[in-house]
């Protein structure tokens, strides 16, 4: 029977109006017949519902926008059909004006992608890494003493929680005080910190340097381990700096006034050409391109938290259950979904 990754699915709806019913569009419910249904089948179900769910949430987000935009095709309506206006925009004009806003969209949206790839690559960079952490501590131990599992899993641990700081980090959120239900003491003083999660590293690296003090693991593992917790330095660094240079706003700016431009002359043009009819195709052509200028908005921030962003908590999720097991409940992870989903 195939289920769905819900962390996966969970992250794709926008991290503030996430809620109960919108998590339930992702997962289809569970029917007897469930284990005849062809695969095949059950994936296009999950699909579609998933499809449903990201075209509902856009239409959500842009619930201002698409209202002010039927309002003003409304208006333009009656204005024209009751002989109040009548303007007549030239048909090339608008023409070129359409041109020239899909390329300056075009252009934008890639070089937002490029930034949204950047940033997933990253991650996926961290999910390799935070894979090895278990490896070295089970195949290179010293012959002589044996790692307590109480041992392995304070180093898995804090790697998970250092984790979940990134992404608070990256999101600027403030770490709920439940955190100290899955943080140590001395570790919980690290909140008042400019940067917690470098900090929570370099207790990591000090837990390292005394196993291999007290024997417990070799000269090879520790220097794996350290550099391990160097690259992950590199990796936040790196995020870090797409996260503190933001698209340049003047692009976005001008986009946002062609495309106002071209959305308040679009309804004369279509109503004249094709009358009631170029109503709706008035409100789907803006709609589309309302959607793509949130599209690349979202992607060229891709740690805000947004529908679009990259989907770390969902990464945070399979980092947790790959090194922790996939049947430990989140809650009993010693850093929960409680301090780490909103």
Not at 40 to 68: C, D, G, K, P
Not at 90 to 108: A, N, P
Not at 297 to 303: E, Q, T, Y
Request: glycine share 6%; hydrophobic share 45%; proline share 6%.
């Amino acid at each position: 029977m195939y289920a769905p990754p819900a962390a996966h699915c969970r992250d794709v709806m926008p991290v503030r109006s996430r809620d109960r019913f919108q998590r339930s569009l992702f997962l289809p419910p569970l029917s007897p017949l469930s284990p005849v249904i062809p695969l095949v089948h059950s994936r296009h179900a999950t699909l579609a519902r998933i499809h449903a769910a990201v075209f509902m949430s856009t239409i959500y987000n842009l619930r201002f926008e698409l209202l002010t935009l039927i309002l003003y095709n409304i208006l333009v309506y009656f204005l024209l059909k009751y002989d109040i206006i009548s303007t007549k925009p030239e048909g090339d004009f608008l023409s070129m004006l359409g041109v020239s806003l899909t390329f300056f969209q075009t252009f934008g949206n890639n070089q937002a992608y490029s930034r949204w790839w950047e940033a997933r690559m990253l991650w996926g960079g961290i999910v390799n890494l935070s894979r090895t952490v278990p490896t070295y501590l089970e195949g290179v131990e010293d012959p002589g003493k044996k790692l307590t599992r109480e041992q392995k899993l304070d180093i898995v641990q804090r790697h998970i929680a250092y984790i979940r700081l990134v992404v608070h980090q990256l999101r600027r959120e403030q770490v709920p005080g439940t955190a100290g239900r899955y943080l140590q003491n001395d570790e919980m003083q690290l909140m008042h910190l400019p940067n917690p999660a470098v900090g929570l590293l370099s207790v990591q690296s000090r837990a390292i340097n005394k196993l291999y003090r007290d024997g417990l693991i070799d000269s090879y593992a520790r220097i794996h381990l350290l550099r391990l917790t160097g690259t992950c330095l590199d990796l936040q660094g790196a995020c870090e700096r797409i996260k503190t240079t933001p698209f340049p706003p003047t692009y976005f700016l001008f986009l946002r006034f062609v495309l106002a431009c071209f959305l308040l002359i679009l309804p004369f043009q279509m109503f004249n050409s094709y009358g009631y009819p170029g109503a709706v195709a008035s409100i789907l052509i803006g709609t589309a391109y309302l959607a793509m200028e949130r599209f690349g908005s979202d992607l060229a921030d891709p740690f805000e938290g947004r529908q679009n962003d990259c989907a770390m908590l969902a990464i945070c999720d399979t980092i947790q259950k790959d090194l922790l097991g996939p049947d430990i409940p989140l809650e009993k992870h010693r850093l929960s979904s409680a301090i780490c989903i909103m």
